[in-house]
């Protein structure tokens, strides 16, 4: 006699269940990355902000948090990373060739990077545009007056293109100045080779605050050309450490928006009834086990670097040196677009 089909379809669901409920393995590159202790961490040559290093070598930043964050998260401690400066012309070839295992560098997803280099988009940590820098003396106010102008950009990056696409869009003939190194484009524009400077608009206010001798005499114009929206990329081929990843940053967004800080995340570990604050923090469901990790991941993370509104208020909002206002960046039901899947 033949089982009936209600009965194979739940023995199904069973199974598939049960499968689901199964520990993950973590991956090759985690099993790397815990053979050594250590997450290494490609990151920007230094752009204040996201990535840059003092004058005793520690490195500080968004970009730079979500290492620290992912340490946390995987092995328990935010200083084991190791940071890899890379300009933009050598940052994905450091991703694919393995001396990498994240590329964490003001990087903008884009169909092209996604389908082409072999990598993986993991999750926007910044909402971002691009714009123009101007001299406060010259007197410009609408990026549509560069009509002929000199505007220095940096190659191998986005920026060069969405330069192209607007100034042929609007018929502009911008003249284009190229450089490799973002430390030339910077002292082109200071010298006054180029009439204006153009990047990510985050990229101008660190760089304004950063290596202009009077930061007051440099307008970033009002205009964003381009979406840009950056964050980590991982190798592709590995969707357990891919998860580890995107799964960190949309815990540290969770975080904000549940009420967990760097200051109460044990306290909340001990005391919350909240189901889902539990499942964040590891104290009510053991959520590691599903990316191969300890049950306090989060929480580590969490502890290390704050949540997500934190770590943008010390590295790049209104109260820091860069004093960008939190905007698209804000979370979802703030007035923002930050909006991350549930921890559960």
């Given at each position: 006699?033949?089982?009936?089909?209600?009965?194979?379809?739940?023995?199904?669901?069973?199974?598939?269940?049960?499968?689901?409920?199964?520990?993950?393995?973590?991956?090759?590159?985690?099993?790397?990355?815990?053979?050594?202790?250590?997450?290494?961490?490609?990151?920007?040559?230094?752009?204040?902000?996201?990535?840059?290093?003092?004058?005793?070598?520690?490195?500080?930043?968004?970009?730079v948090?979500?290492?620290?964050?992912?340490?946390?998260?995987?092995?328990?401690?935010?200083?084991k990373?190791?940071?890899v400066?890379?300009?933009?012309?050598a940052?994905?070839?450091?991703?694919?060739?393995?001396?990498?295992?994240?590329?964490?560098?003001?990087?903008?997803f884009?169909?092209?990077?996604?389908?082409?280099?072999?990598?993986?988009?993991?999750?926007?940590?910044?909402?971002?545009?691009?714009?123009?820098?101007?001299?406060?003396?010259?007197?410009?106010?609408?990026a549509?007056?560069?009509?002929?102008?000199?505007?220095?950009?940096?190659?191998?990056?986005?920026?060069?293109?969405?330069?192209?696409?607007?100034?042929?869009?609007?018929?502009?003939?911008i003249?284009?100045?190229?450089?490799?190194?973002?430390?030339?484009?910077?002292?082109?524009?200071?010298?006054?080779?180029?009439?204006?400077?153009?990047?990510?608009?985050?990229?101008?206010?660190?760089?304004?605050?950063?290596?202009?001798?009077?930061?007051?005499?440099?307008?970033?114009?009002?205009?964003?050309?381009?979406?840009?929206?950056?964050?980590?990329?991982?190798?592709?081929?590995?969707?357990?450490?891919?998860?580890?990843?995107?799964?960190?940053?949309?815990?540290?967004?969770?975080?904000?928006?549940?009420?967990?800080?760097?200051?109460?995340?044990?306290?909340?570990?001990?005391?919350?009834?909240?189901?889902?604050?539990?499942?964040?923090?590891?104290?009510?469901?053991?959520t590691?086990?599903?990316?191969?990790?300890?049950?306090?991941?989060?929480?580590?993370?969490?502890k290390?670097?704050?949540?997500?509104?934190?770590?943008?208020?010390?590295?790049?909002?209104?109260?820091?040196?860069?004093?960008?206002?939190?905007?698209?960046?804000?979370?979802?039901?703030?007035?923002?677009?930050?909006?991350?899947?549930?921890?559960?």
């Open positions: 006699m033949k089982p009936s089909p209600f009965k194979l379809l739940a023995a199904s669901l069973a199974v598939t269940a049960a499968v689901a409920a199964l520990p993950a393995h973590a991956g090759k590159t985690v099993d790397a990355i815990k053979a050594r202790g250590q997450v290494i961490c490609g990151v920007h040559t230094g752009l204040a902000g996201f990535s840059a290093a003092d004058s005793s070598g520690k490195w500080a930043g968004i970009d948090d979500m290492c620290r964050a992912v340490a946390a998260a995987t092995l328990g401690d935010p200083e990373v190791k940071y400066p890379l300009t933009a012309q940052r994905f070839t450091a991703l694919q060739s393995g001396e990498i295992d994240m590329l964490s560098r003001n990087t903008t884009t169909l092209t990077r996604d389908a082409s280099l072999g990598l993986s988009q993991t999750a926007v940590v910044y909402y971002d545009g691009q714009g123009f820098m101007v001299p406060v003396k010259n007197k410009i106010k609408s549509k007056q560069l009509k002929g102008q000199t505007v220095c950009v940096q190659s191998g990056t986005t920026t060069e293109k969405n330069l192209t696409d607007f100034s042929k869009a609007n018929g502009l003939n003249k284009p100045v190229v450089f490799e190194k973002l430390d030339a484009v910077e002292g082109a524009y200071f010298s006054g080779r180029c009439v204006a400077y153009t990047t990510d608009a985050s990229g101008l206010a660190s760089v304004r605050n950063k290596s202009a001798k009077n930061p007051a005499d440099h307008l970033i114009l009002p205009e964003l050309i381009s979406k840009e929206p950056l964050g980590p990329l991982v190798r592709r081929g590995d969707d357990e450490w891919a998860a580890i990843v995107k799964w960190t940053i949309f815990g540290l967004l969770e975080a904000e928006e549940n009420g967990i800080t760097q200051a109460n995340v044990d306290e909340l570990k001990a005391s919350s009834k909240d189901p889902v604050v539990g499942r964040i923090l590891g104290s009510s469901e053991d590691g086990k599903l990316l191969g990790l300890d049950k306090e991941w989060m929480a580590n993370a969490i290390a670097t704050g949540n997500y509104g934190e770590i943008f208020e010390r590295n790049v909002g209104p109260k820091s040196a860069l004093q960008l206002p939190r905007g698209l960046n804000n979370l979802w039901n703030k007035g923002g677009i930050q909006y991350a899947p549930p921890i559960r």
